[in-house]
């Protein structure tokens, strides 16, 4: 499961759940930015919220597409989003359900077996990859007539 089913009233009900992707905040809830709500019932710190960084995000449009969204950026020179920021290009892309994923230097896009962002391993503007331990992937199914 990629994100909650609908919780009746309250965030207390997300505090039960298993979640699939470790996730650091969400972002979008029915289509309105909650960054602040998340923040708060989530004890993340207010300097994260605020920090401009190199961010990746999940999110879900009003069709049930899959949204994937990075955004490069140098945590040392105050480059990239913060999580108000990252919400807003969310719902710039019609998103209605959105989390903030890893970011910094685990921040990298790769398509047709190559790297397309600008990934920074060690949080200075060197280009370079690194390292990371998870990763969301997206595939392309067959069609198949049986």
């Given amino acids: 499961m990629i994100y909650p089913e609908p919780c009746p009233g309250s965030f207390q009900c997300y505090k039960r759940r298993t979640d699939l992707f470790y ?3 969400w972002l979008i809830r029915n289509g309105r930015t909650i960054v602040k709500h998340s923040a708060t019932i989530e004890q993340i710190s207010p300097s994260f919220v ?3 960084a ?3 995000g999940l999110g879900i449009n009003h069709l049930g597409q899959v949204v994937i969204l990075e955004i490069d950026g140098v945590e040392r020179e105050s ?3 913060d999580l ?3 919400a807003e290009a969310f719902l710039q892309l019609n998103v209605t359900q959105a989390v ?3 970011g910094g230097g685990s921040s990298v896009s790769w398509a047709d077996g190559h790297v397309v962002s600008q990934p920074a391993c060690t949080d200075v503007p ?3 990859e690194r390292q990371v331990s998870s990763i969301a992937c997206v595939l392309q199914s ?3 007539s049986d």
């Fill in 142 to 144: 067959s069609s198949r």
């Fill in 79 to 81: 480059k990239g989003v």
């Fill in 84 to 86: 108000n920021e990252f």
């Fill in 54 to 56: 190199p961010r990746t």
């Fill in 100 to 102: 903030n994923l890893d």
């Fill in 126 to 128: 060197t280009i370079c």
């Fill in 50 to 52: 605020t920090l401009k």
């Fill in 23 to 25: 996730r650091a905040g």
